[in-house]
């Protein structure tokens, strides 16, 4: 099996220290490094029975935990005060990214996993600016077929925008896009995304967020009236 997931969380034992839902938003922010690490580490790193990380950051440990085989899930040291204090998003991330991969390279030594991939998934992630954005794999065809919709995305430290794009069936000319969102993060996002968007008339294409009570709706009614 692969190393396909990762999850990041912080310690509940901070919430008397900080407040105001910090402890959830800090999962939500953290899965703008998490997302596009996976991304970049798709199908590379094989073990024996782990498919998921399970990493809990905390400031009341300073030492790294004991290595247990077959234990998924670790507390692993980490500088919230530093984290709140820090000035802009970018700086954040970076944060959460030095210390998510010092906890990976940590296990995959343990593990006998190779390290060259995270090491890679690290540099990609870096070497972009932490900037996550693209077009999903799926397209959606409406029920004539004459038209075809992508998703792009662009995932941010608090909020994932999204918005749908026009084609002509087999053209790549973009007619027209709609924003859409934003969303809240959350793991597994751009999955979700995939499974729910559908078509629901000819010209009115849906997609549910995060929450199930959210959808947004694109009505390209006028674009496909200009290219009739």
């Known amino acids: ?41 798709h199908e590379q790193v094989r073990t024996v029975k782990t498919a998921k990380l399970v990493w809990e950051f905390s400031d009341e ?53 190779p390290t060259k991939p995270f090491e890679a998934a690290y540099r990609t992630i870096v070497d972009r600016n932490f900037v996550f954005a693209g077009c999903l794999k799926d397209s959606w065809l409406n029920s004539t077929k004459d038209f075809r919709v992508r998703l792009f995305f662009n995932w941010h430290l608090d909020r994932v925008e999204l918005a749908a ?29 995939s499974r729910r968007a559908k078509w629901r008339s000819r010209t009115r294409f849906v997609v549910s967020g995060s929450h199930w009570s959210k959808e947004w709706v694109a009505d390209f009614r006028a674009a496909m009236k200009q290219e009739a």
């Open 61 to 113: 440990i300073s030492e790294l935990p004991p290595h247990v085989p077959g234990v998924c899930r670790y507390r692993w040291p980490f500088d919230f005060a530093a984290f709140h204090a820090a000035a802009t998003p970018l700086a954040k991330q970076q944060l959460i990214l030095d210390a998510f991969q010092a906890a990976n390279l940590w296990i995959a030594r343990h593990s006998v996993w």
């Open 1 to 41: 099996m692969f190393l396909r997931d990762f999850s990041i969380h912080a310690d509940e034992a901070i919430v008397d220290r900080y407040q105001g839902g910090f402890v959830q938003r800090f999962h939500r922010e953290s899965t703008s490094v998490v997302e596009p690490y996976l991304a970049a580490l």
């Open 165 to 193: 794009a026009l084609y002509r069936n087999r053209s790549t000319c973009e007619l027209c896009r709609h924003a859409l969102g934003p969303d809240v993060p959350a793991g597994g996002l751009l999955q979700c995304y």
